[in-house]
């Protein structure tokens, strides 16, 4: 069973910094795309970034290019979302996501993810 369980939100002020860290746990995540997405209240959830498990190539949100980088440790099974320069606009519940490479059209899409994290708070003040 694909467990995912992220860490690192909190309430930190504009321009400063957070790490969030998507553990993984279950049958390998070899042929899977991992991904951050993210909820403000009122809207939908969001792309923010992914990564290919294998191999390690990444995709960005516009509004992220340059302030987030996202990264995987595979040794210790996790999933990292380094944010910088965070902003007002950036607070959100932010979610872990796994989805199967092999069918995967649109990494930006969240009906293509299969696994969910219960999310974490990111609150930024301005």
């Known amino acids: 069973q694909v467990q995912l369980v992220e860490s690192g939100g909190g309430l930190l002020q504009a321009g400063g910094s957070l790490r969030l860290s998507c553990a993984c746990s279950?049958?390998?995540?070899?042929?899977?795309?991992m991904a951050w997405f993210r909820q403000a209240p009122g809207n939908d959830r969001e792309f923010v970034a992914a990564?290919?498990?294998?191999?390690?190539?990444?995709n960005y949100a516009d509004y992220v290019k340059g302030r987030f980088t996202v990264s995987r440790d595979i040794t210790k099974r996790m999933v990292y979302l380094q944010m910088n320069s965070l902003q007002p606009d950036d607070t959100a519940v932010y979610y872990c996501?796994?989805?199967?490479?092999?069918?995967?059209?649109?990494?930006?899409?969240?009906?293509?993810?299969?696994?969910w994290g219960q999310g974490t708070q990111v609150t930024v003040s301005s």
């Open positions: 996501a796994a989805g199967p490479l092999a069918s995967m059209r649109d990494t930006r899409n969240p009906r293509e993810y299969e696994h």
């Open positions: 279950g049958p390998t995540f070899s042929l899977s795309v």
């Open positions: 990564i290919i498990w294998s191999g390690g190539i990444t």
